[in-house]
Each structure stands twice: as C-alpha cells, then as structure tokens.
C-alpha cells in the first residue's frame, strides 16, 4: 500500500463525515487527496477546517475518484442509498469506509458485500459506539470469561434527535424546516430511530454474544402523528440462551455524551457467572461476579494508536494485510442487519418473526 494512504471523503448526507475527516487529517500516514458531494455547500465546513484546496473540492463523483486516485474512500450517505454508493465507488479499485447503519435492508449489505468482493478490497462499516472505551473494556472481560458465558445483552440507546448536533457533537437546535427535509424522517432514505440506532445495539450485541444468532425476533416502535418514520423502538431478540433486549430512542432527556439521561444508554451484559454494566462515554464498566456479588469498578483506559478510531484501525488492516474483525467486519454488521431487518418487519406486522437471511 502507499504510504500516505490517498483518502477521499464522498457524500455528506451524514454530518458523521465530519468526525471521520478529522481522523484521517490528524493521521500521520494519511493524506485527504480529495472531498466530493453533489450539494457543494455541505462540503464548505470540511473544506475550511482541513485547508482542502479549490481543485480538491468536487461536486461530479466519478472525476473526484478518476482524478485524485484515492486508496481509500469514507462513505457517508443515507442509509437507503448504501448498496447504490458502495457499487458506484467500488469499481474504482479502493478501499471503503461506510458509516453506520450498514445498510437499510440485508439486501442491500448484500449487495454491498458483492460489489466489494468482485474487486477484493476491504469493506469496513463504522460503529462510533465501537471506540467507546467502557465497551471495549466490555468485551475484553468478556473475553477473558469474568462473567462467563454471555446469555444476555441489553441496550438502550439514543440521543435528542439527529439534528441537534453536528460534527463533533457540536450542540443545535433544529427547525421545523429541517426535520421535514431531513432524510433522518424519511422512509424512503431509511429513516427513523430503528434504523439509526438499532445496529449498534444488534452488531456490538453480536460482538458481545461472540458471534451468536438469535432464533427469533420481536419488536415494537412508536411513530408519531404527523412523522412517517419511528422515534423509539424496542427489540426483543430469542437466542437459545435466553432474551436480549434493543431499545432506540430519539428524544432522550438530555444527549449521553453531555450527561446521561435515564434510562441511561449503553449496554448491561448478563452471564453465566455475572454481569457487566458498560454506559457510553463512562470512564469505568461495572462488573458483579459471584465472588463479589456487591459489584466493583473496572477501568476502561482511553483507547491508544493505531486501534483508537476507525480510521487507524481500517488503516493499520490495510498496511498490515489484517482481516477487518469486530463490529466492523462484514461478517458481525450483516448478523446485526439480519436482526435489523427482521425487528423491521416485526414492527410492520405487530407479530414475532424468525431471523431472516440465513
């Protein structure tokens, strides 16, 4: 691979490309060779930030990718669009970088999947919630058997809204305008709190439940008047070993990251010999054990170069020839749309629902 690896950042329906151009900016071994959107006025505040230059700014997709040669591209479009951006940038030969959700349906993370592997690079789907330190420290517990055999996740999570913070997590407050406009409210584009927030609770699940799939699948959502999209959804998921839960919420008390509402967001794992609480952004996870059923902190130390943020850790793969592992590998973000979508349909059709895509 060349070394500075050659980034562009293409399509900015989610303001997450922000954060993910600020990673590759601060990399030593990356260089962003160019930004490119069909709206050039959502590009104005990357463009500024990073000191891109003029001739580096592209509103045509395929000149930005012919023209600059990019090693890697991050993708941040709407949910629905995912299979259609990964098959229109994959025959460029690069490496892709997808913001979360994988995609609005399996169908489409499967065509995504086979646009990747007809030119064998790598396809990495960003989870932020991934590099959270309390749910890294999570799963290393988990790994190392502390609470034993895991028989249940339970996740809530959430925020205000996705439009009452950019970039950053720098705080708004929306219009009435935006929401209508926004493709967040959108079903067509994948809207809606499930859709936003129920892959992180099902991927890192999948994580944490060591690669394990559920049987069957449940859920409920609230929609409402007036919006054609939900704002809290609920997910109960059957594995062999028992229930695990999903919550989505748009419209929490207060947003996590500045402090947490109740009931908090995060994660509480539950295993054959105890439990682990693992609240974002927290500094410590809460662990139980049968020796000390009372429970006791354990630190969660910031994450270090080169597996402290995506964008070190697709870059440090590719320099190193490493598989993509985790959240973000295509193997655990397809598990997780698998119950995505079948929580999906639950809700349209009010009825419990076998895990669908096998």
């Avoid at 006025?41 to 500024?48: C, G, L, P």
């Avoid at 060591?210 to 997910?235: C, F, Q, Y």
Wanted: glycine share 8%; hydrophobic share 40%; charged share 25%.
């Amino acid at each position: 691979m060349r070394v500075p690896f050659r980034v562009a950042g293409i399509n900015f329906d989610h303001f997450h490309m922000g954060d993910l151009l600020r990673m590759a900016h601060e990399h030593p071994d990356a260089e962003i060779v160019a930004i490119a959107d069909e709206k050039p006025e959502r590009m104005a505040e990357a463009r500024e930030k990073f000191g891109i230059p003029p001739n580096r700014v592209y509103s045509a997709i395929e000149p930005c990718l012919v023209e600059t040669e990019p090693d890697v591209v991050i993708l941040c479009p709407a949910a629905a669009r995912h299979a259609e951006w990964t098959e229109r940038v994959a025959p460029h030969g690069v490496h892709i970088l997808m913001e979360k959700p994988f995609a609005a349906s399996l169908a489409e993370a499967d065509r995504m999947i086979a646009a990747m592997a007809a030119t064998g690079k790598q396809l990495a789907v960003n989870w932020p919630l991934r590099w959270v330190p309390a749910h890294v420290k999570t799963h290393e517990l988990i790994g190392s058997g502390t609470i034993g055999e895991v028989r249940e996740v339970h996740f809530h999570d959430g925020n205000r809204g996705p439009l009452w913070h950019g970039a950053d997590k720098i705080e708004r407050e929306p219009t009435a305008a935006e929401k209508d406009a926004s493709w967040f409210y959108k079903k067509a584009e994948g809207g809606g709190s499930l859709l936003d927030y129920l892959g992180y609770g099902t991927t890192l699940g999948t994580w944490f439940h060591g690669g394990k799939k559920p049987v069957e699948v449940m859920a409920m959502w609230d929609r409402p008047e007036g919006l054609e999209v939900d704002e809290h959804s609920v997910t109960v998921a059957r594995y062999t070993s028992g229930l695990s839960k999903f919550e989505t919420r748009w419209g929490t008390f207060s947003d996590p990251w500045t402090h947490q509402p109740q009931p908090r967001c995060g994660f509480v794992v539950v295993g054959t010999e105890g439990t682990i609480a693992s609240y974002d952004y927290g500094a410590t996870v809460r662990v139980q054990t049968r020796e000390r059923p009372e429970g006791f902190e354990v630190e969660a130390p910031a994450l270090e170069a080169p597996l402290a943020n995506p964008v070190q850790y697709f870059l440090h793969c590719l320099a190193n020839g490493l598989p993509i592992e985790g959240p973000l590998s295509i193997e655990t973000a397809r598990i997780g749309q698998q119950i995505v979508d079948t929580a999906f349909l639950s809700a349209e059709t009010g009825r419990a629902m076998p895990l669908i895509g096998d």
